[in-house]
């Protein structure tokens, strides 16, 4: 008997392949998630499988803000936004409103796709956005580069991330040596929200030299970031029983960066087998902190990069 018209539908929508020699990588038209990428067959994300709904923000692009937003309410210039709670145990807006509208194919070839969407004005985000994601592999692993244009008539604030996990092949990220270059990080309450800001050096987040991740746990934002005279973050990772590493870097635009050791997703039997490293342009909590906030005057176009380098 023929299949139904509805068997073959991803919940993740189309699936855009791209491959590169010995890489491979599938982003999504839902959210336009990296939903796995690969070098020899060896995963080097932990995303979601084809007939999965993708869950714990795997891969997923972080926008117009990156992780909490606490009542999921704030006002600019006049404007006040009320997004629905989709952290309702802590009363949260979280990661934005684009991982889960379909993105249109801009372009694509061989080794890199381009997606767009367009984020009109609505209840939880009252200003309207352009945005573009091209992933890209080449010889330098994978590069994605995001753009916005503000398509609004008022300037329009916004915050930028991206929530890969990675993965190195051990069953856990215990044996994985994490290097981080964050100076500080964000305290935060009980619900995830910053309540201020800390050093790090002398205690167990400490990673600026590198060390294994044993069993620290981490859910973390880090800022105040080391980087090379092109402007450059670098977190490295090396699974000291695989042998095998990656390199999570960005560029200047993205000030923080929050470290997650999957302590907390499900179901269960995933936990800790990843670590989330998260680009974000923004702490959390910022359209009600206003804190480091893109403001984008009408017409105007902004542009970011950050990507993977398997090893």
């Known amino acids: 008997m023929p299949a139904s018209p509805m ?3 991803s919940p993740s929508g189309e699936q855009h392949s791209i491959g590169h020699g010995r890489q491979h990588a599938v982003i999504t038209e839902v959210g336009a ?29 972080l926008a117009p803000w990156p992780n909490r937003l606490g009542d999921g309410r704030y006002s ?33 070839a061989q080794n890199v796709v381009v997606l767009g969407c367009t ?38 604030p916004f915050g930028f991330g991206f929530h890969p996990y990675l993965t190195l092949g051990s069953p856990t990220v215990d044996a994985v040596r994490l290097t981080l270059p964050g100076e500080r990080c964000l305290t935060t309450d009980q619900r995830g929200l910053p309540t201020g800001d800390t050093i790090v050096a002398g ?27 092109r402007g450059i973050a670098r977190v490295v990772l090396d699974d000291t029983e695989t042998g095998r590493g990656a390199t999570v870097w960005m560029d200047e635009h993205f000030g923080y960066v929050m470290a997650y ?33 893109v403001r984008l005057e009408p017409g105007a176009s902004w542009r970011a990069a950050w990507g993977i380098a398997p090893r």
Not at 34 to 55: E, H, K, P, Q
Not at 140 to 155: F, I
Not at 213 to 228: E, M
């Open 119 to 156: 984020l009109f004005a609505q209840p939880g985000y009252p200003w309207q956005l352009e945005l573009v994601v091209e992933y890209r592999l080449g010889r330098e692993g994978l590069v994605v580069t995001a753009g916005v244009t503000n398509a609004d008539e008022v300037p329009a």
């Open 76 to 108: 600019i210039d006049g404007r006040s936004g009320r997004a629905a709670w989709d952290e309702p145990e802590k009363s949260n807006a979280i990661h934005g409103l684009v991982r889960w509208l379909p993105w249109q194919l801009r372009s694509r």
């Open 33 to 61: 998630t990296l939903r796995s990428y690969a070098v020899d067959g060896a995963a080097v994300i932990d995303g979601f499988g084809l007939t999965d709904m993708c869950s714990s923000g795997r891969g997923q692009v």
């Open 203 to 229: 205690s167990e987040l400490d990673f600026t030299s590198g060390r294994r991740i044993g069993s620290t746990q981490l859910d973390t934002a880090f800022t105040a970031l080391w980087r090379d005279d």
């Open 7 to 9: 068997t073959d539908v």
């Open 261 to 293: 050791t999957a302590d907390t997703v499900e179901p269960a039997g995933r936990r800790r087998q990843s670590i989330a490293v998260e680009p974000m342009t923004c702490p959390p909590d910022a359209l009600r902190s206003g804190i480091d906030l």
